[in-house]
């Protein structure tokens, strides 16, 4: 059932900021609708959304980039006055910074889990994705991530993982065969920089 609202939530979060189109309320023009405006607001249901990457060190600002597409989605939700069982929800975003180091990225995923979001946006590298992805499956917790592409990432088989980008052993072929095929290069170098 948290998977289900989770990924729920996730989704919702990013459809409504994707569609920017927000509902309004109708008109009140009868008395029934009058008495009904005055009767005690519903409580409002905080639904925590985490988001992970890195936001200090060498590539903080993609980390940056992500949580502010984060933020922005959350905001636009909460704009969208969505409910959940009749119930307003306020989503809040919880950030944290994995600073591209796994040791990091596992210890804030146990800080997302502790905290009871329902559902994670990232992390941004697949070395802090790969080593955060079990705490997050045991816990039942969805993760969306728009960058991670070691294939090992979704090869785990947790149900709750996953990715919106194409895997490195699909990435790879494509390019190289775009460059065979289209600008037929004389000369091709590839670079291992010995991370996942």
């Given amino acids: 059932m948290h998977n289900k609202i989770g990924i729920t939530l996730v989704a919702a979060a990013f459809a409504v900021a994707g569609c920017g189109e927000q509902s309004k309320p109708a008109a009140k023009t009868d008395t ?38 984060a933020r922005l989605a959350i905001d636009e939700a909460n704009e969208a006055k969505l409910q959940l069982g009749g119930q307003p929800v306020k989503f809040t975003l919880v950030a944290e910074d994995d600073q591209a180091d796994p040791k990091v990225g596992t210890t804030v995923a146990q800080k997302l889990v502790d905290a009871k979001v329902v559902g ?57 065969s775009y460059l065979a095929t289209e600008r037929k290069p004389k000369l091709v170098a590839v670079i291992d920089d010995a991370t996942a």
């Fill in 32 to 69: 029934k609708a009058a008495e009904a405006s005055k009767a005690p607001a519903a409580p409002v249901q905080e639904v925590k959304i985490g988001h992970v990457g890195p936001l200090t060190g060498q590539i903080a600002h993609l980390g940056k980039d992500n949580e502010n597409g």
């Fill in 120 to 176: 994670v946006v990232g992390h941004l590298n697949s070395g802090t994705s790969i080593p955060a992805s079990p705490i997050y499956n045991q816990a039942g917790i969805p993760v969306i991530s728009g960058s991670a592409t070691n294939p090992k990432l979704t090869e785990q088989g947790f149900k709750n993982q996953f990715r919106v980008v194409g895997r490195d052993d699909q990435q790879g072929p494509a390019i190289a």
